[in-house]
């Protein structure tokens, strides 16, 4: 039984090196048999189908976001914002190591088969909601920073959205600089949020105390 695990898994963690590198349809059953060094039949004994196959994949990369893409950035970055950008550098980093030929696994993937495999699909989504929340849990630790009424689950999507839409761009140009403007100006909107919440606090304060009669002096900072 153990062999035979082992051999599903191995296909599995060759599906996921093609489909990365070469994209989901132009990656045949015989290309992952013949790299994964199983048979026909053997193939066939763990998967119907490619579509079955790409499947396994998703679940895969849900099973892996943790250990992968997340605990590296709780071990090595404290400051929760910080720790988000840190995070986007990660996916720059794998752009400019590979010369643009792949960026975010997930993304390319979900690109490929949403039409055509509902079933992977639907496991896709659920680790981008996985990303999301893990992300929101990050903004959460910085709640105070922005203005109350921040709807954290939705700027945690903004986020993967444009480290999505960035990594897209940088692909198609084969230039890093759409993936830097992209998250050079999602910072500066993090910038406006954490300014307008720092503001209001500022007005609250200024409200304490004794209310100011109106021949009063202006208050100055």
């Known amino acids: 039984m153990g062999h035979l695990t082992s051999r599903r898994e191995k296909i599995i963690d060759t599906a996921m090196r093609l489909f990365y590198r070469r994209g989901y349809h132009r990656t045949g059953i015989v290309d992952i048999r013949e790299q994964a060094g199983v048979t026909t039949s053997g193939f066939f004994y763990h998967f119907s189908s490619k579509a079955d196959l790409a499947g396994a994949v998703a679940k895969r990369y849900l099973q892996l976001l943790p250990s992968q893409v997340f605990q590296p950035m709780l071990q090595t970055v404290d400051d929760p914002v910080e720790r988000v950008f840190a995070l986007l550098d990660g996916y720059k980093e794998i752009l400019m190591g590979n010369e643009f030929r792949t960026g975010c696994p997930m993304g390319r993937l979900a690109i490929e088969i949403s039409d055509s495999n509902p079933k992977a699909a639907t496991i896709l989504n659920e680790t981008f909601e996985m990303w999301i929340n893990e992300v929101k849990k990050w903004l959460s630790e910085a709640a105070d920073r922005f203005p109350p009424e921040t709807d954290l689950a939705r700027l945690a999507m903004f986020v ?54 109106k021949d009063d002096p202006p208050e100055t900072d």
Request: proline share 2%; aromatic share 6%.
């Open 160 to 213: 993967l959205v444009t480290m999505e839409g960035a990594v897209m761009l940088s692909r198609s140009t084969r230039d890093i600089e759409p993936f830097e403007e992209s998250v050079e100006e999602l910072q500066r909107y993090f910038e406006l949020l954490c300014a307008k919440a720092r503001g209001k606090k500022k007005g609250k304060g200024k409200g304490k105390g004794k209310g100011r009669g």
